[in-house]
C-alpha cells in the first residue's frame, strides 16, 4: 500500500541529495587548500583531508627541484558533522619577500608556489584585494541562475571558476599579494535557498563549505587568504531554527573556527624603535583572538581584522544581539576592544605608514549600517588615524568620503585625519546584489549592478590607490586615491 510516508519518503529520496564533492580514492589526498601569513617569516599551509593523518607534513624550498624544508604537525581537528580533518602546518623561517615552493605531503599532490610576506618596513610598492561576502558557486550558489550577461564564461580555467570573482582573482594572480576577506565567506547556512536541500540541511551545510573551499583553492592555495568573520559563519537562524535544522556545525562560527583558528596571525612583534610601542604589540598579541581579532604587517601596511558580530556591546551575533544567532563571545569582556586599542597604539608610522583596519558590518553605507559597531569601533579608528576601513555586509561596492561621527573630513582625500571608509561587499553570493539607489551624500560612489571587488595598491608612503574591479570584465568602475602626509610617528587625533 502506497501511504503518505512512502510517498514523502520517495519524494526525499528524490530531492534530498547534497550536493557532496566525491571522495577522492587516494583519502591522503589535500583538498581545500590554503595559505595565510602568520608572521614576518612565516606562512601557514591549511588543507582537509577525508582521513585523519597521523601527521600532517609540508615539504618546502625555493627551489621546485629541492624541497629541502619539512615541516609537521598533530593538530588536525574535525567536529560532528565535517566529513574532513582540518590540518595546518607552519612554514618558518622563510627569507621575505621570496617565491617559495611547496608541497603538501600525500601520495596524490602537487607542488605549488607561494611569495613569502614583506618585512615590515619594506617601502616595495604592491597591492591587496579586498572581497567580501563572496558564497559558492553553482547549484547550491548564485551565480548559475544569473542573468548570463552578468556571468563570465571563462574557458581556459575549471568550471567551477565561472563565479566571476574567484575566476578574476585567478586571472589577475601577477597582479596581488595577498587577500583579505572579512566576512561571509561560503554562505553555506543559505543551503534551505534551495528546494533539493530541503529535507538534508545538515548535509548541505557541509556539501557547500567543501565545494566553496575547493572552488577557492586555486587562489588560496597560492596567495595567501586572511580571513575574519561574518554573519554567514555564525549562523543559524538565517534557515528556521526548528528542530533538527540547525546542525551542530552551524553554531557558533564552528566551522569557521575550525577551519582558520590555528592558521590566522596574532599581531607581529613590534620593530619599532619605541618601547612603548613594542609594549603595546606584545599586549595585542596577548589579547589577540584569531580567527576573530588579530593583526599583521606586510611591507608598508599594518592591517587589524576585527570581529563586528560578537565581542562588544550589543554586538549583532552575540547573546541576545539584533540577528538572534547567539554566538560567542569568543573573548573575556571587552577584550577585543582592548586588542584594537593596544595594537593600534602600538604602530610605528615611520615603519608601517599605513594602517588598514577590515571588518564585516559597516556603519556607514547605502541602507542601513551597524550602529553597535560605530560605537564601538569608530572611535578607535579615528584616535588612531586608521587610513582605511573595508568593510562588506552590503552586497555592493560603495567608497565613503574620509569622515568621522556622521561628518566628513574637511580636507576630503587630500591629508584627512578621519579615515576613508569602503564597503566591497559585491563579490557575489546566492543572496543577490543590494541595490545602491539614493546614496546618503558622503557616498561618493556605490555601484550594484554587477559582482565587483576592491584592489587597494600601497603605492609609497602617502598614495593609496583604491580601484574597484568589475569582475566580469576586469574594467575599473572607480580609482580613487588618498594622500596621507603621514607626519607623525605615532598618530593620536583624540
Ligand atoms: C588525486 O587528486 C585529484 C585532485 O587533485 C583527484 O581528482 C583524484 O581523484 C585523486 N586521485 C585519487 C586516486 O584519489
Ligand atoms: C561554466 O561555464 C561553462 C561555459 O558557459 C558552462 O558550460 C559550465 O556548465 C559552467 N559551469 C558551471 C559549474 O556552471
Ligand atoms: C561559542 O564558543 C565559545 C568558544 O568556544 C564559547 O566560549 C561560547 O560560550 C560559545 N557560545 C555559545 C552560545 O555556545
Ligand atoms: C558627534 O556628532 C553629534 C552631532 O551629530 C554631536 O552631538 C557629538 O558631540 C559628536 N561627538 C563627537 C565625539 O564628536
Not at 590555528?262 to 624603535?273: G, H, L, W
Not at 588615524?385 to 567608497?399: R, T
Amino acid at each position: 500500500m502506497l501511504s503518505l510516508y512512502t510517498l514523502i519518503l520517495g519524494a526525499v529520496s528524490v530531492y534530498a541529495a547534497a550536493n557532496y564533492p566525491p571522495i577522492p580514492a587516494d583519502l591522503t589526498t589535500p583538498v581545500q587548500q590554503r595559505i595565510a601569513i602568520q608572521s614576518p617569516n612565516q606562512i601557514s599551509v591549511a588543507w582537509n583531508t577525508y582521513t585523519k593523518l597521523a601527521q600532517a607534513c609540508v615539504q618546502y624550498g625555493t627551489s621546485s627541484k629541492s624541497l629541502r624544508s619539512k615541516a609537521c604537525s598533530q593538530n588536525a581537528v574535525t567536529y560532528p558533522t565535517s566529513r574532513t580533518y582540518f590540518n595546518t602546518v607552519q612554514l618558518t623561517g622563510l627569507k621575505p619577500a621570496t617565491t617559495y615552493y611547496y608541497k603538501i605531503v600525500s601520495t596524490n599532490s602537487s607542488t605549488q608556489q607561494f611569495f613569502s610576506p614583506r618585512v615590515a618596513g619594506d617601502t616595495t610598492p604592491f597591492t591587496l584585494n579586498a572581497v567580501i561576502d563572496m558564497g559558492v558557486y553553482g547549484t547550491d550558489g548564485y551565480t548559475i541562475d544569473m542573468d548570463m550577461s552578468k556571468r563570465s564564461t571563462i574557458p581556459t580555467l575549471d568550471p567551477s571558476l565561472n563565479h566571476t570573482t574567484i575566476g578574476r582573482l585567478f586571472n589577475n594572480l601577477k597582479q596581488y599579494e595577498f587577500i583579505i576577506h572579512p566576512g561571509d565567506l561560503a554562505y553555506a547556512d543559505d543551503w534551505y535557498e534551495k528546494a533539493h536541500n530541503f529535507l538534508d540541511g545538515t548535509n548541505a551545510f557541509e556539501a557547500i563549505l567543501e565545494q566553496f573551499y575547493e572552488q577557492l583553492a586555486p587562489i588560496s592555495g597560492v596567495k595567501p587568504y586572511m580571513a575574519s568573520p561574518g554573519n554567514h559563519e555564525a549562523d543559524c537562524t538565517e534557515v528556521p531554527n526548528t528542530a533538527g535544522a540547525c546542525a551542530e556545525g552551524q553554531r557558533n562560527f564552528t566551522d569557521f573556527n575550525n577551519r582558520f583558528g590555528a592558521s590566522m596571525p596574532k599581531a607581529f612583534v613590534s620593530t619599532s624603535k619605541s618601547s612603548a610601542a613594542k609594549i603595546n604589540a606584545n599586549k595585542a598579541a596577548q589579547l589577540a583572538k584569531p580567527p576573530f581579532w588579530f593583526s599583521f604587517e606586510y611591507g608598508m601596511v599594518h592591517v587589524t581584522m576585527i570581529d563586528t558580530e560578537t565581542d562588544f556591546a550589543n554586538a549583532p551575533d552575540g547573546p541576545g544581539g539584533s540577528a538572534g544567532l547567539n554566538g560567542g563571545p569568543f573573548g573575556f569582556t571587552n577584550q577585543q576592544l582592548e586588542f584594537i586599542d593596544a595594537d593600534l597604539a602600538s604602530v610605528d608610522r615611520t615603519v608601517t605608514p599605513w594602517v588598514i583596519v577590515a571588518g564585516h558590518r559597516p556603519w556607514y553605507t547605502t541602507g542601513t549600517g551597524c550602529a553597535p559597531c560605530q560605537s564601538a569601533f569608530e572611535s578607535l579608528l579615528y584616535k588612531y588615524g586608521v587610513d582605511l576601513a573595508v568593510f562588506g555586509h552590503v552586497h555592493n561596492s560603495q567608497s565613503i568620503v574620509p569622515i568621522y561621527n556622521g561628518t566628513a573630513d574637511p580636507n576630503g582625500f587630500k591629508d584627512p585625519k578621519a579615515p576613508y571608509y569602503i564597503v566591497a561587499g559585491g563579490a557575489g553570493n546566492i543572496e543577490g546584489l543590494s541595490s545602491a539607489s539614493n546614496p546618503p551624500s558622503y557616498i561618493s560612489f556605490a555601484y550594484d549592478t554587477d559582482f565587483s571587488y576592491a584592489t587597494i595598491q600601497l603605492a609609497d608612503k602617502n598614495h593609496m590607490n583604491i580601484n574597484f574591479i568589475r569582475s566580469y570584465t576586469g574594467e575599473i568602475l572607480k580609482s580613487q586615491t588618498l594622500y596621507k602626509s603621514h607626519s607623525h610617528q605615532f598618530v593620536r587625533n583624540i
